[in-house]
């Protein structure tokens, strides 16, 4: 009896939810964000369960569905055939992206659709109280989560895709707005915001009739009568960002976006590896962290050449993560396939950081105070190197010409006093918020889930049509009342004129009389 009342008053007492967590991308960085808050769901008591690529270690109350099978592990970009498209222009990289975005998202969406566990948790119509699905290159996520007929929210790991705004009612202004694919930045001048217009319209284009429409066949043989992606895309309740103002600046969005940029840091970690540890210790002159992510594979090894070359030219000590093969580093370098980087960047002995720009690594940064040097190569790190250089993070360097010289250079350049002063300044500023990036994160899942997804927050611009957006029948109405109201007064003008000329002919020929007279 007392077991059942202690088992009643948990149940009463217990907000724990059922949820669900959809992540069909096997990208490793994206799965390195979302685990994070999948642990950190579980151990707030919720029941969840997550459909991904990778393996999280096993938790109770954790049941996992994995999409991965014996071929895939990591989406992985060849760097080395990506630099012969990066070359030409911004445009022919947008064009290749979309490409590769359509690929991956025809992939992910037949084995989430077709998996057999899916499809028995849509059969045993399980009830959730809500369903995380990731906002990438494929909806087919929305669909799930259409079947089980539960509250949904979206998660990003990285900036907003340009295609996400319109779904949030929020402006991707190409005025203010950095674009995604390049390096905008928030004060964009007159080519680039062209440039923009054309990259956001032409990658949208291409997402609707082209990668969203493919996906919905692939849903629709499966799920005959499932509504358009887009309209489920525009249902969800809100979104999770992996977006901070202090780093990507104040944008304008509704109550349904939330920016939780920085929630993948664990802010208690401490370095496990001795090796690295005794080799930081040694370091005398300040060490520089060198890492381009997780998913660029294959650097051509006239970049890596360079980058030993300059690694023999200086003083510093370097901490690299690659996986070059044949090459024996020298005694100020440090070499891993894997490195836990969170540690190693908060170590006060690490001085520079040179990245690829990837937001999980900028914000990494930004909380540990370093300053950075982007080589940005692929998707959105050309805008996250631009955020990093308008918050006075960093500098970016361009891959294609990069050599050890201006390596060299650009790490002597964040050395200097006010990089070193702006960085520890914004590592402050980055840790200043009302609540941490997870707990915000958890408060508003367990928000929606509370609410059953009926709270609105969506900002009405989602449903209105683009003439009520840009006001179109309103200035309509104004230009004819104006042009109505300059009608009358030329009107009356010319009547007045017409009545003074009348006058003064009247007055003309009295005047001509006159000296008639008078002559
Ligand atoms: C937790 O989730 C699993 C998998 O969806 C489900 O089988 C189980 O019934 C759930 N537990 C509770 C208490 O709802
Ligand atoms: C999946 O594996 C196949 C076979 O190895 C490979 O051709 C394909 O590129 C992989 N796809 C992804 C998305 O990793
Ligand atoms: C979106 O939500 C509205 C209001 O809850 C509902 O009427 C509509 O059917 C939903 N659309 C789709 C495609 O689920
Ligand atoms: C960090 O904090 C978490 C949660 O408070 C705890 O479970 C973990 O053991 C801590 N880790 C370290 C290295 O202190
Ligand atoms: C939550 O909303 C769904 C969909 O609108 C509805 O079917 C369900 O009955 C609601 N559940 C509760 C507990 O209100």
């Not at 005025?175 to 217009?197: C, E, L, M, Q, W």
Request: aromatic share 10%.
């Amino acid at each position: 009896m007392k077991s059942f009342v202690f088992f009643l008053y948990f149940v009463v007492n217990c907000d724990c939810y059922n949820i669900l967590g959809i992540f069909p991308y096997n990208g490793r960085s994206h799965h390195i964000y979302y685990s994070c808050v999948i642990e950190e769901l579980v151990q707030r008591r919720h029941n969840v369960t997550v459909i991904n690529y990778h393996p999280m270690p096993k938790l109770p109350n954790l049941h996992q569905i994995s999409l991965q099978d014996a071929h895939n592990a990591s989406d992985q970009v060849n760097i080395e055939e990506h630099l012969k498209v990066l070359s030409h222009s911004d445009l022919s990289m947008a064009y290749d992206s979309a490409k590769a975005f359509k690929y991956i998202a025809n992939t992910n969406c037949r084995k989430l659709v077709n998996n057999q566990e899916v499809q028995e948790l849509i059969r045993s119509a399980k009830h959730f109280d809500l369903v995380i699905v990731e906002q990438f290159v494929t909806d087919c996520g929305l669909a799930i989560a259409h079947k089980l007929n539960a509250p949904t929210i979206g998660m990003t790991a990285h900036i907003l895709m340009s295609w996400t705004y319109s779904r949030l009612g929020a402006p991707n202004h190409p005025a203010f707005v950095p674009n995604h694919y390049f390096a905008s930045g928030t004060k964009p001048n007159f080519f680039d915001r062209i440039k923009s217009v054309i990259l956001n319209f032409g990658m949208n284009l291409y997402y609707t009739h082209v990668i969203q429409s493919s996906d919905q066949e692939i849903v629709n043989e499966v799920y005959p009568d499932m509504p358009l992606l887009e309209d489920l895309g525009r249902n969800i309740s809100l979104i999770a960002i992996n977006q901070y103002f202090p780093l990507t600046g104040s944008r304008l969005y509704g109550s349904n976006v939330v920016e939780v940029g920085g929630i993948h840091i664990k802010t208690n970690v401490s370095l496990e590896d001795k090796n690295l540890k005794t080799f930081l210790d040694a370091a005398t002159d300040g060490v520089v962290y060198v890492s381009f992510g997780s998913v660029a594979s294959n650097f051509p090894t006239r970049v890596t050449n360079e980058i030993t070359k300059w690694f023999s030219n200086s003083k510093m000590r370097f901490v690299w993560k690659t996986d070059i093969k044949n090459w024996k580093p020298p005694s100020n370098v440090y070499i891993s396939r894997w490195i836990e980087q969170v540690p190693v960047l908060c170590e006060s002995r690490v001085v520079a950081f040179v990245s690829h720009s990837g937001m999980l690594s900028t914000s990494e940064a930004m909380h540990c105070g370093v300053p950075i040097v982007g080589v940005p190569l692929f998707g959105d790190q050309f805008a996250n190197g631009r955020s990093a250089v308008e918050s006075g993070l960093g500098v970016t360097v361009d891959v294609v010409t990069i050599n050890a010289g201006i390596l060299e250079d650009a790490v002597k350049t964040i050395l200097s006093e006010k990089y070193q002063k702006q960085a520890k300044k914004l590592s402050q500023l980055w840790k200043d918020r009302p609540l941490s990036p997870m707990d915000t994160a958890i408060f508003w899942m367990e928000y929606v889930a509370r609410n059953n997804g009926t709270v609105n927050m969506r900002p009405p611009t989602i449903n209105l049509p683009l003439y009520q957006y840009l006001m179109i029948d309103v200035i309509l109405f104004f230009g004819l009342i104006i042009i109505i109201m300059l009608y009358i007064v030329v009107k009356l003008f010319m009547a007045l004129l017409r009545t003074f000329k009348i006058n003064t002919k009247v007055k003309d020929t009295r005047y001509s009389i006159k000296t008639k007279k008078m002559k």
